[in-house]
């Protein structure tokens, strides 16, 4: 196990709604990383936290927010929910000693999966 | 063109057989090279980094050529296990960015008795 937890596992929404996913990092992981993987493809970059300030964002619509907590762990917000959000959020941490480090390992959280109604 | 391409596959192979998995990225400025896999349902799990001078762990082999833009993944004696989508992924950092990955569709690999 990666040691990174998210909450819900499982959730149902309607068209419209609002709803909040969380994601408690690994020990010592200062950088937290949101994708939307929807069915049949590859995970999308939605944005990624790093120390608490936002560390750049993928090509998703500003009704996608987040949040990165002094502890590190982190919240994804989505308002005004469509039918295509419907999908498996996974959030990645790592430990990162400067901002932008691609060569740090992401390691995955078991996703919350999103049905939008 | 997007920017991580990955045959999906499935590839249907028998237990014991050797298989090969592609990818080509179009960002030259690509640093980072790694390949995922995942599993029906779970989260995608590090299966090995991807370095310019090849690396190997165990049966899996791993190319990088960078002047071509193309990765590939050599899966040898497959077993039963074997059997997930693997994911091709990139990072890229242009001075602006933070190295997220990016990754390709998938390719199935179904290892059959």
């Known amino acids: 196990e990666t040691g990174v937890t998210q909450s819900p596992t499982h959730l149902i929404k309607t068209r419209g709604q609002q709803v909040t996913l969380r994601c408690s990092s690994q020990s010592g992981h200062n950088t937290v990383s949101w994708y939307q993987q929807a069915l049949g493809q590859g995970p999308q970059f939605i944005f990624q936290y790093y120390r608490e300030e936002e560390n750049g964002r993928g090509n998703f619509p500003p009704r996608f927010s987040g949040l990165q907590f002094p502890n590190y762990s982190s919240e994804l917000n989505v308002n005004a929910l469509e039918l295509d959000d419907s999908a498996l959020y996974l959030c990645?941490?790592?430990?990162?000693?400067?901002?932008?480090?691609?060569?740090?390992?992401?390691?995955f959280g078991p996703g919350t999966r999103l049905l939008v109604l | 063109r997007k920017e991580v391409e990955q045959d999906p596959g499935p590839f249907n192979v028998p237990e014991g057989a050797t298989v090969a998995f592609n990818c080509t990225y179009s960002?030259?400025?690509?640093?980072?090279f790694f390949w995922y896999r995942q599993d029906c349902r779970k989260e995608p799990k590090l299966l090995m980094s991807v370095y310019s001078s090849g690396n190997e762990d165990g049966r899996f082999t791993a190319q990088l050529n960078r002047a071509s833009q193309y990765i590939s993944l050599l899966i040898r004696d497959s077993k039963l296990s074997d059997s997930a989508t693997y994911l091709c992924v990139v990072t890229a950092y242009d001075g602006g960015s933070q190295g997220n990955l990016i990754f390709g569709k998938g390719t199935k690999l179904s290892v059959k008795p």
């Open positions: 960002n030259s400025a690509s640093q980072s």
């Open positions: 990645a941490s790592s430990s990162s000693r400067v901002r932008a480090a691609s060569w740090e390992t992401q390691y």
